[in-house]
């Protein structure tokens, strides 16, 4: 069994999953879903989700898998992920990961090491309130003060992120950063950037939040709070949900959510960019599908001759 994966990685916006769905209709294999929004039910338009007719081209995973009103851990991604995988390679297919989160891309493709920490949802509204109260550069010296490899790491603005350090010292009585050890996968895998200038990019994603308003972002949102999800709950702090969130309570206007959700959108990719650097030898940048089939082709092998005998033979 050849226990190998492709992945299409890149910002917000460059197109990785129109890309990796285009060569696994023509290559073969299944898509495994490396971004963290869209586990989640409910969430479709606004995490830009493949629609159900794309889905049914290839076998897509971990899509759809989480309830936005229950929190998920990196250390539940790893395990799933894995799942998934096994399940491929068993078929004798090969994974598509595709997604633009670095920690989910890298945790596998690095084999981290990473705690098992259940969520503790009142320890964290606690931290929340200390960053509310006092800033996020409070909570973020709290970090410091017991971890500082990962203060160094984390950015204080992303409050989230901060508390879950916090959370499994409070929980192991190690740092974060003890835990978060790398090793060799258990598996081969080719690594493809999809390369798209700033200028560019930034444009797409302008005329991606507007399309998103055209096709009902603002309704999703408000069935999500009638369905009884929380404006905190985890999922709803997502790009786009929260700005919505604070147009519905009448806090901005519907103008001021769409430019807020664009220009934190533009910060996500500048975001995602710092994971996956154009400096790092084992990621190839490419602008289009043709710079991924040949490579990816050659190198899923048996597996993309396979799935190619099966379809002759339906």
Excluded at 185 to 210: H, N, Q, W
Aim: net charge neutral.
């Amino acid at each position: 069994m050849l226990r190998r994966l492709v992945a299409v990685v890149g910002p917000t916006a460059s197109g990785k999953s129109a890309i990796a769905l285009a060569l696994a209709n023509d290559l073969g294999g299944e898509i495994v879903n490396g971004d963290s929004r869209q586990i989640y039910r409910g969430m479709d338009i606004g995490t830009a989700k493949p629609t159900l007719a794309e889905r049914r081209q290839v076998r897509h995973h971990l899509f759809d898998i989480v309830d936005p009103r229950d929190a998920y851990s990196l250390a539940l991604y790893q395990r799933d992920a894995r799942a998934s995988f096994e399940e491929i390679w068993e078929r004798g297919s090969f994974p598509w990961l595709v997604g633009g989160t670095g920690q989910y891309v890298w945790s596998l493709l690095e084999n981290w090491s990473v705690p098992e920490v259940a969520p503790d949802e009142a320890f964290r509204r606690g931290l929340a309130a200390v960053a509310e109260s006092g800033g996020p550069e409070a909570l973020h010296a709290r970090l410091a003060a017991f971890d500082p490899v990962a203060a160094g790491r984390i950015d204080a603005r992303n409050v989230r992120r901060v508390i879950r350090a916090i959370e499994v010292f409070e929980h192991t009585g190690r740092p974060i950063s003890d835990w978060q050890t790398k090793g060799q996968p258990d598996f081969e895998y080719l690594l493809f950037g999809i390369d798209v200038p700033l200028e560019e990019l930034d444009r797409r994603i302008d005329a991606r939040v507007d399309a998103m308003m055209e096709a009902g972002f603002l309704d999703e949102v408000q069935n999500l709070l009638d369905d009884g999800v929380s404006p905190e709950a985890p999922a709803m702090s997502s790009i786009g949900y929260a700005q919505l969130v604070r147009h519905l309570r009448g806090e901005v206007t519907p103008e001021e959510a769409i430019e807020q959700t664009k220009r934190a959108t533009r910060r996500l990719a500048r975001r995602q960019l710092q994971w996956f650097r154009k400096t790092d030898a084992r990621i190839k940048w490419v602008r289009d599908a043709g710079g991924i089939e040949l490579e990816a082709n050659i190198f899923t092998g048996a597996c993309t001759n396979v799935i190619r005998g099966e379809r002759r033979k339906a």
